[in-house]
């Protein structure tokens, strides 16, 4: 049974350009994250979705980051225009509305240079 | 808005000894939900252990378990007979309760290393 997918794994862009980070939640689960880990920040939620609806985006830094889910399978985030202090890894994590747990996966790791 | 701290950035112990990672949260939740994540050098976050508030009993996975402290807002996790394989960045998290899901919010880590 597959995890959470997100693809890229890795990322290296140059400033200004835009970035597009993909996720795919676990088949079934209605609630998607996307959480961000900095050293100096940690981990923390970018903005979440309960069946395909984003409920909070108070953590998306600014008007630069913009994120959909257009169904239940699939979610983006995007930057434009990338800067270097958005270097991070990005997390998606998924969950059924009721499960304590949520699944996190790979990370991409995002390098803007 | 809730808070989670981990007050030790690092920790070491032996292989085969006992080490203890603290966590203090703070809520005015009544209904929530605590976890310790690993997340070793793949940077994968894998739950270690997750703990309902309202169970007084503590969690326990094989070698791990938890000192939960409702009263006091502490959450420590307790790794008993150290592996080289727990060499990791430890994470305390807290997810309020309720209806619908709600997102996690982190501690900052705690990075333990095993010594042979």
């Known amino acids: 049974d597959a995890g959470v997918i997100q693809s890229p794994r890795h990322e290296v862009t140059e400033m200004g350009q835009e970035v597009t980070l993909r996720c795919k939640p676990i088949?079934?689960?209605?609630?998607l994250f996307w959480y961000r880990q900095t050293m100096m920040r940690g981990l923390e939620l970018l903005i979440y979705?309960?069946?395909?609806?984003?409920?909070?985006d108070s953590g998306m830094p600014e008007d630069r980051f913009s994120a959909k889910m257009p169904n239940a399978s699939f979610s983006t985030l995007k930057i434009q225009p990338s800067e270097p202090r958005d270097s991070a890894v990005y997390f998606c994590?998924?969950?059924?509305?009721?499960?304590?747990?949520?699944?996190f996966g790979p990370g991409t790791r995002l390098t803007v240079l | 808005a809730q808070t989670v701290t981990q007050s030790q950035p690092e920790m070491s112990v032996q292989e085969a000894e006992t080490v203890t990672l603290s966590c203090t949260y703070d809520?005015?939740?009544?209904?929530?939900?605590l976890f310790w994540y690993k997340q070793p050098p793949s940077r994968q976050m894998i739950l270690v252990i997750r703990?309902?508030?309202?169970?007084?009993q503590n969690a326990t996975e094989n070698r791990f378990s938890v000192n939960f402290q409702k009263a006091a807002k502490s959450f420590s996790l307790k790794i008993s007979d150290s592996q080289l394989g727990d060499a990791a960045m430890y994470f305390c998290?807290?997810?309020?309760?309720?209806?619908?899901?709600?997102?996690?919010?982190f501690g900052k880590g705690t990075r333990l290393s095993v010594i042979a």
């Open positions: 994590a998924s969950s059924l509305e009721r499960q304590v747990e949520q699944f």
């Open positions: 088949s079934g689960h209605n609630s």
């Open positions: 979705f309960n069946n395909n609806v984003p409920i909070d």
């Open positions: 809520t005015s939740e009544s209904d929530y939900y």
């Open positions: 703990q309902e508030a309202y169970k007084q």
């Open positions: 998290a807290y997810r309020k309760g309720g209806r619908g899901n709600t997102p996690l919010v």
